[in-house]
């Protein structure tokens, strides 16, 4: 059983990080693909960073490709997600997840997916 786990969202001001962490156990296969995926109140699950087994990057939403950095542990069942200058615009829940195949934007594409960290950034 594969079981993935957020953590570290929280409140900070605008112009602030904050690094967010996600570990995915149980995971028996390589080749595996994690994301970060993030979803605002009355707004669709949007793609934000994606790391694929190999530690090739892609970034999807344009809002955040120069402020946001998606980075893997040396396990490959951890990533990281370090986010700067935060700005109101980033406020959502921030969600993990995980598919036995590379790098997609599309949220339909990942099999295994964390209940979400809150971000929240006031101006």
């Known amino acids: 059983q594969v079981l993935v786990v957020e953590s570290g969202g929280g409140l900070v001001q605008a112009g602030g990080s904050l690094r967010l962490s996600c570990t995915a156990s149980?995971?028996?296969?390589?080749?595996?693909?994690m994301a970060w995926f993030r979803q605002a109140p009355g707004k669709e699950r949007e793609a934000v960073a994606c790391?694929?087994?190999?530690?090739?990057?892609?970034y999807y939403a344009d809002s955040t490709k120069a402020r946001f950095t998606i980075s893997r542990d040396a396990t490959k069942n951890g990533v990281f997600l370090q986010m700067n200058s935060l700005k109101p615009d980033d406020t959502a829940m921030y969600y993990c997840a995980a598919r036995s195949a590379g790098c997609s934007s599309s949220h339909l594409a990942y099999n295994y997916w964390g209940q979400g960290t809150q971000v929240t950034v006031s101006s």
């Open positions: 790391i694929s087994w190999t530690g090739t990057s892609a």
């Open positions: 149980g995971l028996t296969f390589t080749n595996t693909a």
